[in-house]
């Protein structure tokens, strides 16, 4: 079954810049999705098709694509953005698959 | 606003049924594709099922083919997931999510809050 990859965890310092990584077979041909989530709240969209920002979302929310990995970049980390990103796509059946999820600690 | 929110979850025997709602408001319910996804506390993410607009296309995950059946009633703006045969490892919150603008646009935007399904003995 497709899978996508991500690192289990990522940290940075307030201020200094996150990125996520999203590795996928089907990536070129299929866009990429992520979603933030806080604990006991639900997920909530942040990128969609690789690199749009939904209307609400920070500008330092920023999405890019290459080849098969997919990378969510948070420029100017606060404390607020720490929670765990996924990254959502879809195989070539349209049938979806999230990664197994990132947890982002801003130390 | 737009908004959904699910209901129906709870304990329940290995073997036992359950049927969760999940309600829309705020939006135009009936042009819009759903999803139920799942989330076993402490873990990632996992697709269930999706239901078109109509009702007329409906796609589950392998996991929960034959057991659960999704469907909507476009006159009451509510999703439904029939649970049935259920297994210990069905134990999770599940969600219901609105599909994007098209078809085509598979993104999750907005989700409910989650309704945590038990199934224990």
């Known amino acids: 079954s497709y899978e996508l990859t991500q690192p289990p965890s990522v940290s940075v310092s307030p201020g200094q810049t996150a990125r996520i990584t999203c590795s996928g077979d089907a990536l070129p041909k299929q866009y990429a999705y992520w979603y933030q989530q806080k604990p006991g709240q639900a997920p909530v969209l942040v990128i969609y098709k690789d690199s749009e920002r939904p209307s609400g979302i920070p500008e330092r929310f920023s999405g890019s694509s290459s080849g098969t990995t997919v990378t969510l970049t948070i420029s100017g980390v606060q404390a607020e953005d720490e929670a765990d990103y996924y990254c959502?796509?879809?195989?070539?059946?349209?049938?979806?698959?999230f990664g197994g999820g990132t947890k982002l600690t801003v130390l | 606003e737009v908004q959904l929110v699910e209901s129906g979850g709870g304990l329940v025997q290995p073997g036992g049924s359950l049927r969760l709602s999940c309600a829309a408001s705020?939006?135009?319910?009936?042009?819009?594709?759903m999803h139920w996804v799942r989330q076993v506390p402490g873990k990632g993410l996992v697709w269930v099922s999706r239901?078109?607009?109509?009702?007329?296309?409906?796609r589950y995950a392998d996991s929960v083919k034959g057991r659960f059946t999704i469907s909507r009633d476009n006159a009451k703006n509510t999703l439904y997931l029939q649970m049935n045969s259920l297994r210990a490892e069905d134990t999770a919150v599940y969600y219901c999510?609105?599909?994007?603008?098209?078809?085509?646009?598979?993104?999750?935007?907005?989700w409910g809050q989650g309704t945590l399904v038990t199934v224990s003995s």
């Open positions: 999510a609105r599909h994007g603008d098209t078809a085509m646009d598979n993104w999750f935007d907005p």
């Open positions: 959502q796509s879809a195989d070539s059946s349209g049938t979806v698959v």
């Open positions: 705020g939006f135009t319910f009936s042009i819009y594709w």
């Open positions: 239901i078109n607009s109509d009702g007329s296309s409906i």
